[in-house]
């Protein structure tokens, strides 16, 4: 368990690792930062939504989360809730241009500026070079991305999402002339 302090006596956050019995706390933060980071991308009343709660949905994180399976995950918590989570492991794409992929992370807009965001993708990635996708109109992700060490390489795609269509784009870092 890693600790970050913002007092003495209080950590401002932990990072821990997670299990299956996190899925409904990860899709809770998952679900609650969709909220807050695409209010400017998505409709307001698919945000409003449920965003897919289902048994099935609940029982696919739980097996992402599992010691068996190939990804990595961490959890971002501060004063016993968990209020953030990344996630890594093998590239998906076809022409991945890194074996590794940074496949998610989200950390509730009270925790921005904390480190905690910085923190859990050390944990489940530390340096190792990565590809990840992000909404090319999610300035911030990317920026967030960039203080990582990623830039654009160029691959885009079209990613239909609660009724409205955004482009995607890949950073990478450590791979193919990428910072």
Known sequence: MVQHSG???????????????????????????WREAY???????????SLGDSPARTEGWSR???PESPARFALVRSRGRV?????????????AP???ELYTVYVLAE???????????????????????????????????GKLGFAPDGARHLEAVGGTSLYEMRMVRGAGGAA
Do not use: C, Q
Request: no cysteine; net charge negative.
């Open 7 to 33: 007092a003495a006596r209080e950590p401002a956050f932990e990072i821990t690792g997670a299990t299956p019995d996190d899925a409904e706390a990860v899709l809770a933060v998952k679900d609650a930062s």
């Open 39 to 49: 209010a400017h991308l998505l409709p307001a009343a698919f945000l409003a939504g």
């Open 64 to 66: 992402a989360l599992a």
């Open 83 to 95: 209020v953030g989570f990344a996630g890594a492991g093998p590239a998906r794409d076809e022409d």
């Open 98 to 100: 890194t074996p590794e």
């Open 111 to 145: 925790m921005h500026g904390t480190g905690a965001g910085l923190a859990v993708v050390e944990r489940v990635l530390a340096d190792r070079p990565a590809s990840l996708w992000v909404f090319e109109a999610n300035p911030r992700a990317r920026a967030f991305y």
